[in-house]
Nanobody
Framework: VQLQASGGGLVQAGGSLRLSCAVS????????IGWFRQAPGKEREFVAV????????YYSDSAKGRFTVSRDKAENTVTLQMDSLKTEDTAVYYC??????????????????WGQGTLVTVSS
């Protein structure tokens, strides 16, 4: 399975960005696709996750109400729409793929593979 994240860039605080994760696989069925981020000097942090089959999803507290994760089965992509961005959202964003249990999907150690990351910079 290969993942490719894209869509990062520079945006002012309060603005929006849309990240995409292309999933190159015969089938993503049975997997969950998660978004994480990593700021300089910090650990990789959970943002959001979506189950490919069911569409069940959840968010970190920091993402809830501002970010929306969705998947497009026809295009084999997972999208993270980020609105009302804050300077503290600045980080490299990664998408990852997991077969882990639902309760573990906030843990980056449960992920089998990662995309290359895309940089999001939010200026004040």
């Amino acid at each position: 399975v290969q993942l490719q994240a894209s869509g990062g860039g520079l945006v002012q605080a309060g603005g929006s960005l849309r990240l995409s994760c292309a999933v190159s696989a015969r089938s993503a069925s049975g997997y969950a696709i998660g978004w994480f981020r990593q700021a300089p000097g910090k650990e990789r942090e959970f943002v959001a996750v979506i189950r490919w089959n069911s569409g069940n999803l959840y968010y970190s507290d920091s993402a809830k109400g501002r970010f929306t994760v969705s998947r497009d089965k026809a295009e084999n992509t997972v999208t993270l729409q980020m609105d009302s961005l804050k300077t503290e959202d600045t980080a490299v964003y990664y998408c990852g793929i997991s077969r882990g249990a639902w309760s573990t999907l906030h843990d980056s150690r449960m992920y089998l593979d990662w995309g290359q990351g895309t940089l999001v910079t939010v200026s004040s």
